[in-house]
């Protein structure tokens, strides 16, 4: 039988270049040799405070699209909406009973959270159980391998110990203790050189821009600050134009980045001619994401088809763990 793969996006947004390297493409990699379900987690979506719901609805198909438009073939990949699958709350309500107030508190990427995205006191409970609910994502289908980006590993260090305490409390091995499965890049760094590319920061590349548009982004972005005339000596180190390039370029273009980072550290080329590159690489990278979109785009009722029936067979799976879980743990 094939391992599982749980993994995920919360449709808060359009995905970026940032989830490509992140997960998507190790999503892409792993789809004939695991079994996998991809949550789309509308409800966890409502712990972000500018989430109307006509936003998540409209961002859930998004969503659906620039994962399928990456190469997930929905042949092999179950996609379903977490609000959709029931059993998943019945399960973090069981979980939250043996998740003390302060392990949830001592989360390090809830701390993050909370800072990088300036909420002050303003976080509602949900968003510091949201771990403790995407436990219950991840063991609803028993999933053992989960591709992410470095930011979620707090999250499933949490998983496993709750995986842990239900197996102890019912002396039983119900749940695997899922592990992580990072990225090539585990956290990109966003445009303006944050350390990360985020969907709420405005520093992204969406993997559904248009060429236009990925020219004008690129054109904007950061780079050396130290450095004003092309003829100043540049770095490379911490630089998102070159973190790009070596990201998303092909392997014969290897040689001729190689070149470029030589030329930029000696101050014999200017950052336009760096960037009018990158944007080439960025869209010959993007081509084929975008003809698939479009593809799936003029077809409707193959992505409410691909929705419906995924929910439906995760249902089904969760509904078979929480019966379990249940049963081994006397709640009749
Ligand atoms: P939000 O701020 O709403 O949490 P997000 O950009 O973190 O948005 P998620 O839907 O939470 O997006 O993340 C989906 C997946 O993409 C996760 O596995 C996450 O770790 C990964 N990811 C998100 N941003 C990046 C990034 N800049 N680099 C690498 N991986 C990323
Ligand atoms: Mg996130």
């Known amino acids: 039988m094939k391992k599982r793969i749980l993994t995920g996006d919360t449709p808060t947004g359009k995905l970026h270049l940032g989830h490509y390297v992140g997960t998507l493409e190790n999503r892409v990699k792993l789809q004939d040799q695991y079994e996998m379900f991809i949550i789309l987690a509308d409800t966890h979506a409502l712990t972000t405070l500018s989430a109307t719901p006509e936003l998540i609805k409209n961002y859930t198909r998004e969503v659906l699209l620039d994962n399928l438009s990456v190469g997930l073939d929905p042949k092999n990949v179950t996609f379903f909406i977490e609000s959709g699958v029931s059993e998943i709350y019945e399960l973090a309500a069981i979980f939250s009973m043996y998740v003390s107030h302060n392990r949830a508190l001592r989360n390090p990427t809830i701390k993050d959270e909370i800072s990088s995205k300036s909420l002050g006191d303003q976080f509602s409970l949900g968003f510091v159980n949201y771990p403790i609910y995407q436990a219950a994502d991840i063991l609803c289908v ?191």
């Open 142 to 332: 028993k999933g053992q391998l989960v591709p992410v980006g470095v930011d979620q590993e707090a999250h499933l260090e949490q998983a496993r110990e709750i995986a842990r305490a239900i197996n102890k409390l019912t002396n039983s091995n119900i749940f695997p203790e899922p592990e992580a499965l990072i990225g090539r890049v585990g956290k990109l760094v966003g445009t303006d050189g944050n350390p990360k590319m985020g969907k709420s920061l405005n520093n992204t590349i969406y993997l559904s821009d248009s060429t236009e548009e990925v020219e004008k982004r690129v054109m904007n972005m950061f780079t050396d600050p130290k450095r004003i005339h092309p003829t100043d000596p540049g770095t490379i180190a911490g630089n998102p134009v070159f973190t790009y390039l070596d990201s998303f370029a092909k392997e014969k273009d290897k040689g001729k980045i190689d070149e470029y980072k030589d030329r930029y550290e000696k101050g014999e080329v200017g950052d336009v001619e760096v960037k009018k590159y990158l944007a080439q690489v960025l869209n010959n990278f993007l081509n084929p994401i975008r003809e698939r979109r479009l593809e799936y785009e003029s077809q409707p009722e193959v992505l409410d088809k691909i929705l419906v029936e995924g929910t439906a067979k995760t249902k089904k799976v969760a509904s078979e763990t929480l019966s379990e879980v249940r049963s081994e743990m006397g709640l009749i």
